[in-house]
């Protein structure tokens, strides 16, 4: 069993930056893929970006690209969401999950174990 947390969330406005931590109970922090995912009002949740259990590769969202960066501490059992240049689009309640498989999915169903959520929200 798996409990992950996340924080960090809050108001920032466009073009701000904020930092998210998701801190993982449990064994083996370093052996999964980790993962972020957010949903804005009214949408579907969409995937933001992955990262290997050693942290040597990771995978975004294309509208995310060059402005969020995913990163873990294995010896913190956290993973961190860097997110710059921030936008209104990117309102939203932003989720990390852990994927213990590994699939290299960006895909809902291949995470195992989810964080609450934390609210994320870019004023204009």
């Known amino acids: 069993q798996v409990q992950l947390v996340e924080s960090g969330g809050g108001l920032v406005q466009a073009g701000g930056s904020l930092r998210l931590s998701c801190a993982a109970s449990?064994?083996?922090?370093?052996?999964?893929?980790m993962g972020w995912f957010r949903q804005a009002p009214g949408k579907e949740r969409e995937f933001v970006a992955r990262?290997?259990?050693?942290?040597?590769?990771?995978f975004y969202a294309d509208p995310v690209k060059g402005r969020f960066t995913i990163s873990r501490d294995n010896a913190k059992n956290t993973v961190y969401l860097q997110m710059n240049s921030l936008k209104p689009e990117d309102t939203a309640v932003y989720y990390c999950?852990?994927?213990?498989?590994?699939?290299?999915?960006?895909?809902?169903?291949?995470?195992?174990?989810w964080g609450q959520g934390t609210q994320v929200t870019v004023s204009s």
């Open positions: 999950a852990a994927d213990f498989l590994g699939t290299g999915s960006s895909q809902e169903r291949s995470y195992d174990y």
């Open positions: 449990g064994r083996s922090f370093g052996s999964y893929t």
């Open positions: 990262i290997i259990g050693s942290g040597s590769y990771s």
